[in-house]
């Protein structure tokens, strides 16, 4: 699942400007949510600043993984990607046109990319049964309500969910398991080439996550899909992505292949968290909580870099000064100052290093 | 970790190969209710009592406008008036009967009325939110800050005595309450997952509350009407009461109560009639709405 | 927390305007001339346009408003056309009394009402529960003014032990408190009680069972918390939704009166509310409905901040 072979590329009469331009491109994405003034309307405003300053990319045919705490900014993040919620400023870039742009409107954007949800249970009407709350999309779109079901049939079959037994129940009647690939069968009703899957597996018992997991794989193989794969799951993120990005406070700290991000992360708090990873191994014991306290408040996020208050490594500097985003490998790069040239840190001999052996941090 | 799953799009084991059409939330909560006995005895009373309403010219014994000064405050069972007669002589029981048109009608259509019109404004000042939201939600709060009583004989003081006018009245009494439900029912169900997967799907506003929100906050919001139907019944005939409703002669059950106040200390229980049927109708359709509160509360 | 209070005031201010402008409005909805009641048909043009003048009826209507606010915050609602005599004095006679029987009723209402409610939670399920449950329900069913008519009947008409009218064998309209003027006042205040003990029980029942059902009550009652050590908590974490209830109900009594004063001819707000209907006498009617409507919103806003107070889990949002 990790290895760098180019990922299958379904020619797409959609596609417009080729494998080399990235299917999404987030710019600068920033949103804040304003908060009611606690005193009179005497003091500084407070927002939450749940996205504060996002840009990557996702490529066409890969699986991008998104990790991080809760709080950090993933749901936002995804919600802003399906423009549920509109940024505050920042640019979503798809497929070369600029979502809503008279290039690129709403509607056409709609049909492209498509959201699996965390709740299962909620993200399905429960007073509409099955198939019609998968035919939904495309009658939207113009498609007879006769072709709409027929879909929505060969969309269940393809779930693994026999029409003749669940096109006609209702959500209650089904399990977790089967009320996700309902929420992807109807996320695919639309034929998207962008699926963002936001915490979709989470809330399932772990045989059943496999099983959703093996099938989200069969399908993106089958349609030529580009996966935004949000999870809080190290383990399930590892298996499924090609590329991960690492989120905290609202900011993105490390970009980089799965290989790398897990194998030699460059970001102290990647490393704490992986270190978080529980293993299976008895032999492999923590003794000491490779994360201190809870992460601070995204309303009053800490001066310079985020997370210099957490972190086991942090300087003066740190408090003072916000961190670039910065390249240290190919396609591998993180937002720590220890990486950034002339910024005045000094690097301390057990900083974790380019050397650092996966075997310290990994657990195989 | 990386334990291989074989890939299941093979179907789950077992269960024959029909089609399977599950029973909708409308026709569970009808199942239910049908099961509920003190429900379907109300149902069954507010059935009869529309039914002699209805049928009422037809099966009436005698003329209830028939006005005889010699006949009057006959007692209950006197020989060819068998709930007496009236301060006027009229046949107490074909009063009654047909009475019962006025008042039942008067009940029952400014809740039908207020349901349409409450339930629009909810509906949309509740998925619309925003500034639309306040608008609305405060006018409806200032005639909420009535009590219902008082802006009802208020508004029929101001508009006089009539049919037409009580309605009116009655009818701007409920529209807050009935407003206030739809949009708190529609402000959370705005907020649910599947509202914006269907927004993630491309679907203009309008189908979305038609397709989503519709279904599922109507069931709340009628059930919370139908239980405002005793109460409209009462107000009403309270607004005959003191004139302010159905003029006489009309017969209507709460203006016979006014009328017949003269008669408590010569014929004591014509002059309680009318209220008896006032209260068996509003009791009736209280346990039909505490039945239909049940009937949707269970939890599938 | 003062933030809140003073957010809950100002929210309150433009409801009382909303209201104070409905009522208003209420003469202008009015169909026919409000003057017909005390001029003959037959006056001349000259002394219509005096009347008119004098009360006020000859300017747009927003200058209307404006002057009408104005002198109700100074205490003038104008003058009775029927009876000449100021407005806020009939108004606040009455209100004294309407005070009286509403009190009273709300009192007994909750008495009894907190009683059946919470024997019914306590003993869900039991026949106690259905016989209370009942009570309510014909509480909140019955026509009050009907029940009146019949408590009339059988304790007036019938036993006489009570008389059906007034509020005192004189039938002036003064109060003292002595037996025999608290007899008038047994009849309508009990017959008022049903309309809050209704509510009143069926909010006490769902509280105590919601309360009893949750789990950290199984919990002190593991720890050895007797019979009379969980009543009493009940009763803590009753106590302040029902005491807004009740304090809602007061004030919906002091408003919904009319009925019941009607029907016992009761000397207060709602009498006088019947007479202003009758003679079409619209300045005492918009008086009467803007102090009782006023009346209304402040106990609502004293309810809520009681609330706030009393009770740390409400959200200030």
């Known amino acids: 699942m990790n290895d760098m072979t180019t990922p299958t590329t379904a020619v797409d009469p959609r596609d417009v400007g080729g494998p080399r331009q990235p299917l999404m491109r987030v710019q600068a994405l920033k949103k804040h949510f304003p908060l009611k003034r606690s005193s009179l309307g005497f003091g500084p405003k407070s927002a939450v600043r749940a996205v504060d300053g996002v840009s990557f990319e996702i490529r066409k045919g890969e699986t991008l993984g998104v990790v991080g705490e809760s709080g950090c900014g993933k749901s936002t993040t995804a919600r802003l990607l399906m423009q549920l919620i509109v940024q505050d400023s920042g640019e979503l870039v798809f497929d070369g046109a600029t979502v809503g742009a008279r290039e690129l409107p709403l509607r056409d954007f709609r049909r492209q990319t498509q959201m699996v949800f965390q709740d299962s249970y909620s993200s399905l009407n429960p007073r509409m049964t099955i198939e019609d709350s998968v035919a939904f999309g495309p009658t939207v779109h113009g498609v007879s309500s006769r072709d709409a079901l027929n879909r929505a049939h060969d969309l269940l079959a393809r779930v693994g969910l026999e029409p003749a037994r669940f096109a006609g129940r209702y959500p209650h009647e089904l399990s977790g398991g089967q009320r996700q690939r309902v929420n992807i069968a109807r996320a695919l009703a639309l034929e998207p080439r962008l699926v963002i899957l936001d915490e979709a597996v989470s809330a399932l018992d772990k045989s059943v996550e496999a099983q959703v997991l093996n099938l989200l794989e069969d399908l993106k193989r089958d349609f030529g899909l580009t996966y935004l794969f949000i999870s809080h799951d190290l383990h399930v993120v590892r298996y499924m992505s090609d590329r991960v990005l690492v989120m905290y406070l609202g900011q993105v700290v490390e970009v980089g292949t799965a290989t790398q991000v897990f194998d030699a992360p460059r970001h102290p708090y990647t490393r704490a968290l992986l270190r978080s990873m529980p293993s299976g191994d008895p032999m492999q014991r923590t003794t000491e909580a490779p994360l201190s306290g809870d992460p601070p408040n995204p309303i009053d996020p800490p001066s310079g870099c985020r997370f210099h208050t957490r972190c086991a490594f942090a300087q003066a500097v740190c408090s003072q000064t916000q961190p670039d985003f910065i390249e240290t490998a190919a396609g591998h790069g993180a937002a720590c100052l220890r990486w950034q040239p002339g910024s005045g840190y000094m690097p301390p001999p057990d900083f974790p290093d380019l050397a650092e052996t996966a075997a310290e941090v990994a657990h195989v | 970790m990386s334990a291989t799953i074989t890939s299941t799009t093979r179907p789950a084991p077992s269960a024959p190969l029909q089609a399977v059409r599950s029973r909708s939330h409308g026709a569970n909560v009808l199942r239910r209710l049908l099961r509920n006995p003190v429900a379907m005895t109300a149902a069954t009373i507010i059935l009869l009592l529309i039914l002699v309403a209805i049928f009422a010219p037809w099966i009436m014994p005698a003329d209830p406008f028939a006005t005889s000064m010699f006949k009057r405050l006959r007692p209950v069972g006197t020989p060819g008036y068998p709930l007496g007669t009236d301060e006027l002589g009229r046949d107490l029981l074909s009063r009654l009967m047909l009475g019962g048109r006025l008042s039942l009608f008067m009940g029952i259509a400014p809740v039908i009325m207020a349901f349409v019109i409450g339930s629009a404004l909810g509906i949309l000042a509740g998925y619309a939110g925003g500034k639309v939201n306040t608008v609305i939600m405060r006018c409806i709060d200032v005639l909420y800050a009535f009590p219902s009583v008082l802006l009802a004989i208020a508004l029929s003081g101001a508009l006089g005595a009539g049919i037409t006018n009580a309605l009116i009245s009655l009818t701007v009494v409920f529209v807050p309450q009935i407003a206030r439900i739809a949009e708190s029912v529609t402000t959370q169900v705005r907020r649910s997952d599947y509202v914006d997967a269907a927004r993630a799907s491309g679907a203009p506003a309008l189908t979305i509350v038609r397709r989503h929100v519709f279904g599922n906050v109507i069931g709340p919001i009628f059930v919370y009407a139908t239980s405002l139907i005793s109460v409209s019944m009462i107000l009403a005939s309270g607004l005959s009461f003191l004139g302010l409703g159905v003029k006489p002669p009309q017969p209507e059950w709460g203006l016979m109560l006014n009328t017949l106040r003269t008669a408590i200390y010569s014929q004591p229980l014509i002059a309680a009639l009318p209220g008896v049927l006032i209260f068996v109708t509003s009791v009736s359709f209280n346990m039909l709405a505490d039945g239909l509160r049940t009937a949707m509360e269970v939890k599938q | ?317």
Not at chain 3, 103 to 114: R, Y
Not at chain 3, 156 to 175: E, I, Q, R, V, Y
Not at chain 3, 239 to 261: H, K
């Open chain 3, 1 to 317: 927390m003062i933030s809140y209070l003073l957010r809950r005031i100002g929210y309150a201010l433009p409801i009382m305007l909303g209201v104070s402008f409905l009522c208003f409005m209420l003469v202008h909805i009015a169909p026919g001339d409000p003057l017909v009641s005390i001029l003959p048909a037959d006056a001349s043009v000259d002394l219509q346009q005096q009347m008119m003048k004098l009360y006020g009826f000859d300017r747009p209507w927003p200058v209307q408003f404006a002057q009408w606010i104005w002198r109700a915050l100074h205490g003038d609602l104008g003058t009775s056309i029927a009876t000449a005599r100021p407005v806020t004095q009939e108004v606040f006679k009455a209100v004294g009394n309407t005070f009286m029987l509403a009190a009273l009723a709300t009192l007994i209402g909750f008495a009894f009402g907190s009683l059946f409610g919470f024997v019914a939670g306590y003993f869900r399920n039991s026949w106690m529960d259905r016989a209370a449950s009942f009570i309510s329900v014909i509480g909140v069913s019955l026509p009050h003014y009907w029940l009146g008519m019949v408590l009339v009947i059988i304790f007036s008409a019938k036993l006489m032990w009570l008389p059906a009218t007034g509020a005192g064998p004189d039938g002036s309209g003064l109060w003292k408190w002595d037996a025999e003027h608290v007899k008038y006042l047994i009849l309508p205040a009990v017959t008022m009680s049903f309309i809050p003990m209704g509510i009143v029980a069926r909010t006490v029942r769902a509280l105590v069972a919601d309360i009893l059902s949750q789990e950290f009550v199984i919990g002190l009652r593991a720890r050895g918390l007797g019979d009379f050590g969980v009543f009493k908590h009940v009763v803590k974490n009753c106590a302040p939704t029902a005491l807004a209830v009740m304090g809602l109900q007061l004030g919906y009594l002091l408003g919904g009166s009319i009925l019941i004063e009607t029907v016992f001819s009761w000397p207060g707000t709602g009498f006088l509310l019947n007479q202003a209907i009758f003679q079409r006498d619209l300045p005492l009617l918009q008086g009467t409905i803007l102090v009782l409507a006023l009346f209304f919103v402040g106990l609502n806003l004293i309810v809520d901040v009681l609330q706030t107070l009393f009770d740390p889990r409400i959200e200030r949002a």
